[in-house]
């Protein structure tokens, strides 16, 4: 299902992966060398192939969209070395993360390289509407970054709080690929907003379906442990459902859990049992389900095409995937 998606935009992805090593290039050996450390564990790069796909969509007549995918994956790549430094994580995609890897310094300061690196390929776009999109979603990422850390251990979360940090953390990013690759066109109004609202719903949905995977994905697909989340402290969807769904003392070992700094793999594996148990996953895949109706609805607003198809493969790529 992926590479049907990746087909749809083939030789403009190798455009991309080529324009991103190309960018890469610094007077500093160590800001190269993490840099092409973070390019080669690969991933899906969804985001960049959004704007790439959005841009076809609208017929695009310049190759602008290959800058914009490749400022687009910058982005969410310097939120990654920043997340990890932020969540002491040492696994991502299967290989070391940078901050295990070298030290937390230098991921933060990279990160920073990258974000600027972004700005300053925006710069030669030329496209004010853009810039102020890109600068109001990097704005809005780190207000859910940091509203995630406000949540982290909390004992008490809700429903509410948690859909505001994944509309900004993640969501956000999606969105602004999807409504700049139209932007980039000149495409009207109603297209504009039509992918923009695609964008949106696509991301949410595609974190439910993260955080679903955390809890019964394939940690050796996933390349990273499954319960991350929690032992993070983090209070996803499907954790906060269990809480509001538990028996009392079921519920008060979960809270108890979420604010255990020093989680115990026993402990750990219970939660995970009652996660399972008690229909909360059910309850978030469906939720992912809501939201990608709502992103294929979106799609209708566009004119039939094979670029169209992808994006509608990439909705339903998002909510069944299992990594």
């Known amino acids: 299902m992926y590479q049907q ?7 403009d992805f190798e455009q991309v ?25 690969g991933g899906k790069r969804l985001r960049p192939m959004l704007v790439l796909l959005a841009a076809r969509c609208c017929n695009i007549q310049t190759d602008q969209h290959i800058s914009l995918a490749s400022v687009i994956e910058f982005i969410h790549t310097a939120t990654l070395l920043h997340d990890d430094v932020v969540d002491m994580s040492e696994l991502r995609r299967g290989r070391p993360t940078v901050n295990a890897e070298w030290n937390n310094p230098s991921s933060v300061l990279v990160g920073d390289f990258i974000y600027s690196r972004a700005f300053q390929i925006l710069v030669k776009i030329g496209d004010m509407k853009i810039m102020e999109i890109m600068a109001d979603t990097t704005n809005r990422i780190a207000e859910g970054e940091v509203l995630q850390l406000i949540n982290k251990n909390n004992p008490n979360p809700n429903e509410q709080s948690y859909m505001q940090v994944i509309e900004n953390k993640t969501a956000i990013l999606f969105q602004a690929a999807a409504q700049c690759g139209a932007i980039l066109t000149d495409a009207d109004e109603e297209t504009r907003d039509a992918l923009k609202e695609f964008g949106m719903q696509m991301g ?17 697909a996933m390349g990273k442990n499954v319960g991350d989340d929690l ?36 402990s750990l594996d219970e939660v995970i049992r009652m996660v399972n148990a008690c229909g909360a ?3 978030t895949r469906e939720k992912a389900r809501a939201c990608s109706g709502k992103a294929r609805a979106c799609l209708e607003k566009l004119p039939a095409s094979p670029y169209r198809d992808a994006l509608e493969v990439m909705v339903k790529f998002s909510i069944e995937r299992t990594v």
């Open 231 to 266: 032992a993070e402290g983090k209070p996803t969807l499907p954790l906060i459902y269990a809480m509001e769904h538990s028996s009392e003392a079921d519920a008060q070992l979960i809270r108890k859990c979420l604010a255990d700094e020093e989680l115990s793999k026993e």
């Open 17 to 41: 992966d080529k324009f991103i090593i190309d960018q890469l290039y610094s007077n500093v050996p160590l800001v190269e060398s993490i840099g092409h450390y973070i390019v080669e564990a």
């Open 281 to 283: 996953l059910d309850y």
């Open 204 to 220: 949410i949905a595609f974190q439910l379906v993260d955080d679903v995977l955390d809890y019964d994905g394939d940690a050796e």
């Open 5 to 11: 998606i990746r087909s749809a935009v083939e030789s």
